[in-house]
């Protein structure tokens, strides 16, 4: 990994060598975040809920292995659904999953957006007598 910076006055540049393990071991130290876009969308659904009055509260936790979005509807309980990002799975069944109370997957997927839309409401056709 080379980290290129103007040297001097000339405006010559250096390069600085990191090593691979060092660089590697930052890499593995990181912790898993949601990017500005992934929230955006995130705190959008949270804010229609909370209008709602389905949520009232919510919580990130960025960890070694995942990121995680709970949601609540009073901060002293257990949370409703956490939205969570996990890289490791974004060959394989998609990095984003919702997971209801009891531990239940209940969307998984590649695309943050499909997953959320299990938070959408759909529109349901009334029967008229």
Request: hydrophobic share 45%.
């Amino acid at each position: 990994m080379i980290d290129r910076g103007k040297a001097g006055e000339g405006g010559e540049e250096s390069a600085i060598l990191i090593p691979l393990h060092e660089a590697r071991r930052e890499r593995q130290n990181a912790l898993v975040s949601f990017d500005r876009r992934e929230l955006d969308q995130i705190l959008r659904v949270y804010g229609r809920m909370v209008a709602a009055n389905e949520w009232r509260d919510y919580a990130i936790d960025h960890l070694s292995d995942r990121a995680v979005f709970s949601v609540f509807r009073r901060a002293s309980e257990t949370p409703l659904f956490q939205i969570v990002k996990d890289p490791k799975l974004a060959k394989k069944q998609g990095a984003f999953s919702v997971i209801a109370a009891g531990g239940l997957i209940l969307k998984r997927g590649h695309e943050l957006a499909r997953v959320l839309g299990i938070f959408d409401k759909k529109l349901k056709l009334v029967h008229q007598a």
